[in-house]
C-alpha cells in the first residue's frame, strides 16, 4: 500500500513558475513508476508527465514538454514536477498518482495509488 500527498501548488501568473511534490509513504519506492494528471474544471483526467521506477526514464504530454521537468529523489520517497513557463490553460487540479511496476504509462486507469490532489491556477 502507497499513500501520495501533493503540495506546492497555488496562483501564479502567466509565464510564472511552480514546483509541485508528491511525498509518498510505502515500501519500494524506487521500483514504483510515478506518474503526475491534471483535471479542470468539465474535463476529463488527462496525462501529464511520468518517472519510471528503476531507471527514472520521464515521459511528458506534448502539451508540457519543454516546459515541465518530472524527478525523483528515492532517498526522500519523493517526486517532483518543477513547471515553468506556466500558460491559463495549465489551470486544473495536479494528482500524483502510482503503479507498482516500471513501465510508465499515460493513461490513468493504470494507476491503482493516488494522492488528494492540489491546485493550480494560472492567472493574472
Known amino acids: 500500500q502507497v499513500q501520495l500527498v501533493e503540495s506546492g501548488g497555488g496562483l501564479v501568473q502567466p509565464g510564472g513558475s511552480l514546483r509541485l511534490s508528491c511525498a509518498a509513504s510505502g515500501r519500494s519506492f524506487s521500483g514504483y513508476t510515478l506518474g503526475w494528471f491534471r483535471q479542470a474544471p468539465g474535463k476529463e483526467r488527462e496525462f501529464v508527465s511520468a518517472?519510471?521506477?528503476?531507471?527514472?526514464?520521464?515521459d511528458y504530454a506534448d502539451s508540457v514538454k519543454g516546459r515541465f521537468t518530472m524527478s525523483r529523489d528515492n532517498a526522500k520517497t519523493t517526486v517532483y514536477l518543477q513547471m515553468n513557463s506556466l500558460k491559463p490553460e495549465d489551470t486544473a487540479i495536479y494528482y500524483c498518482a502510482g503503479r507498482a511496476n516500471t513501465v510508465t504509462l499515460r493513461s490513468p486507469r493504470y494507476y491503482s495509488y493516488w494522492g488528494q490532489g492540489t491546485q493550480v491556477t494560472v492567472s493574472s
Open positions: 518517472i519510471s521506477g528503476g531507471t527514472g526514464n520521464t
